[in-house]
């Protein structure tokens, strides 16, 4: 008898790690380039509700993609570690978003910022959910 295949995952997920790859390329493409397209604002990233520019914004850019690249990676490979590290991912930028608002709500110069860093939360929270939704399964099958 021949042993049974291990289940292969999800095409969405698949399909997640890609466009998480190419996400990942544009955050290093920032990072190396120094730019913020479409804009002649300097270059800003936000990690833990921090906001941050220039060079530490190109730092944090880069680890940022760094990250996305190896879930990417290990999601393509089918590595279950690949969605720990995209939950615990993910989780930071929820809360990073929230972080910010609250702590920019008060600061006029930058209220643009906070106005859409308000409307990209509900949007990560559902990615959130929906990597949970997804990898629930997988991670907590028994092997």
């Known amino acids: 008898m021949h042993a049974p295949s291990k289940a292969r995952w999800p095409a969405d997920l698949k399909l997640f790690a890609i466009l998480s790859a190419a996400w990942a390329a544009g955050l290093l493409g920032r990072a190396v380039l120094g ?3 479409f804009s002649h604002a300097p270059l800003a990233s936000v990690i833990a509700g921090m906001k941050f520019y220039g060079q530490p914004a190109r730092a944090v850019l880069a680890v940022k993609g760094a990250v996305l690249v190896t879930l990417a990676l290990g999601i393509l490979i089918e590595r279950r570690w690949s969605l720990v590290v995209a939950l615990c991912y993910f989780a930071e930028s929820v809360l990073s ?15 643009l910022h906070v106005r859409v860093a308000a409307a990209e939360g509900p949007f990560v929270v559902l990615l959130l959910l929906y990597l949970w939704i997804r990898s629930r399964d997988i991670l907590l099958d028994d092997e």
């Open 97 to 111: 978003h929230f972080i910010f608002v609250i702590a920019y709500l008060d600061d006029l110069s930058q209220s």
């Open 35 to 37: 730019a913020t397209p």
